[in-house]
């Protein structure tokens, strides 16, 4: 029911242009320090009940470590945890990979182990919380999604 729910409140096609409209507010903190965005990450559902959420490419400029350009991620699989009330999954140990341009260096960076993301229904749409760190960094990159996000059937 909550996945029907979900995907409901965020399928799109072409005429629901109206209600479907980008991410209300979408933030990413980096040490503590919050720099707005303008991305919207997409949800999509699966046969078995799961969802994925792809989040595109973007620029945190200004940030303690300088500018960085985090590369575009999707994270599949993401199963309803009834204690939560949420879409949840740690992600870190599943081998996936970040792409990190920052300090002049380019390079793919697995996730740290407890890099997770969290998908939960709001009165506004949709929050998604995705919490990771990039290799060994020693703080986590949040990056948090509210509003209506869009989705593919």
Do not use: W
Not at 19 to 48: L, R
Not at 70 to 75: E, F, L, Q
């Amino acid at each position: 029911m909550m996945l029907v729910a979900l995907v409901g409140m965020t399928a799109c096609s072409n005429d629901d242009n109206e209600t479907n409209k980008p991410v209300n507010n979408a933030t990413v903190q980096v040490a503590g320090e919050s720099y707005p965005t303008a991305i919207t990450p997409k949800v999509t559902k699966n046969e078995d009940g799961t969802i994925n959420v792809a989040i595109p490419y973007y620029v945190l400029t200004g940030t303690t470590m300088g500018d960085i350009e985090v590369g575009a991620s999707t994270i599949s699989n993401i199963a309803y945890n009834s204690e939560k009330g949420a879409y949840y999954r740690e992600y870190g140990a599943d081998g996936l990979q970040i792409h990190l341009n920052y300090r002049g260096t380019e390079k793919d960076y697995p996730f740290s182990e407890d890099s997770y993301i969290e998908a939960k229904l709001t009165d506004t749409g949709l929050a998604i919380t995705n919490s990771f760190k990039p290799g060994k960094m020693p703080f986590p990159i949040v990056a948090t999604f509210e509003g209506v996000i869009p989705s593919e059937k």
